[in-house]
């Protein structure tokens, strides 16, 4: 079974769940293709992932000349079938902020994908996100090539589902995939009534063997770590506003804010106004080893997030036997349990994400133990990379069997 991933930019330190899953596809079997439109322009920590890119083939690195001969070629030799992926291009193009000529270049690199699954051998396209890579995948599709699959995360493609014709995309392929049920509700809302059960569930996953050397919940003072992009949605701001009525409290704790981007240096001077110099670290991007060191050295994973997918440092905090402070968003609820495995606050809300804090700084350890290890419990449960892969790998045979 031949499989072609088609990606936007890959790898990139935020998105090593794709590579888990590609590789734990490749251990059961599954020929993998990884087609990308760009290489990251984020310098790559992990060892992994900088293995990952050099096993990814990049379209835009073709050369613009060789893939306008690879769409010409297609002109020739199939112009209905040239003729129809125009049109749904237009079509693609008229509820897109993008323009028409954006979507011109997704056909013309949808030839060149095309042509190359068909001199691999490819049988099926898989996209993860509903963004341009599934528009290269469907136009792909439309001019000849094989049947396509794609996977949604959230919440991007949830904000703008008309301007990307999730739809569309959803109506047009095999099967399409939600990471969280919460996903699925999304997925359905613009798609076909008839198409509903061609969404499907398959959840992110963990590699369990990463985590099998447990470390207990550490005593003494409180040290939080708190994982992703610097950017508005994350809530990172809110949070340095929490650790400011934190610390009035509770003056020796501690937050790594482990991640990078653009609200860095807004960071930065959040953290001086409020005089928390010593109180806060900015880690930059971390390899997987350094990140499950910092789980393993803090008491709880705060998330205060206003808009997610289903968060995979969620997962791992919990996999790390660790309790998990996050907001009542998409998918997260669905991974953390109310005074079982966390708390849940609102999003936004500094007041009631500060009580959690305290609550947690609070709780006697064998308590944050038990919280601990009902997560690491449930997390192993559901979210196992390599029952997951398994679910999209046999999502990929019947799609090729039932092909005609």
Known sequence: MKIAYILNTYPQPSHSFIRREVQALERQGVQMLRLAMRASEAKLVDPADKAEADRTQYVLRTGAARLVLCFLAE???????????????????????????????YLVEAAYVKRRCASDGIQHMHAHFGTNATTVAMLANAL?????????????????????????KVNRAAFSVAISSFGRSQLSRWAKFDRWDSIKVVHCGIEPDKFADRVSVPTGSLRLASIG??????????????????VQHVPDAHLSLIGDGEMRSELEQAISAHGLQDNITLTGWLSEADVRAELAASHALVLPSFAEGLPMVVMEAMAAARPVI???VAGSPELVQEGKTGWL???????????????????PHDILVQMGQAGRARVLQRHDSEVEAGKLAELFRQVIEEKP
């Open 229 to 246: 992009r610097f950017v508005e949605q994350k809530g990172q701001m809110i949070l340095v506003q929490a650790m400011a009525e934190l």
């Open 144 to 168: 000849g090539g094989p049947g396509y699959s794609f996977t949604t995360h959230g919440p991007e493609e949830f904000d703008a589902p008309v301007a990307l014709s999730l739809g569309e």
């Open 326 to 328: 996050t907001t009542y």
């Open 75 to 105: 002109v020739i030799y199939a112009p209905h079938r040239v003729w129809r992926a125009f049109w749904l291009a237009l079509k693609l193009a008229r509820t897109s902020d993008l323009g028409i000529l954006r979507h011109l270049i």
């Open 345 to 363: 606050v609102p999003a936004g809300d500094v007041s009631s994400l500060v009580t959690a804090m305290l609550e947690l700084a609070a709780a």
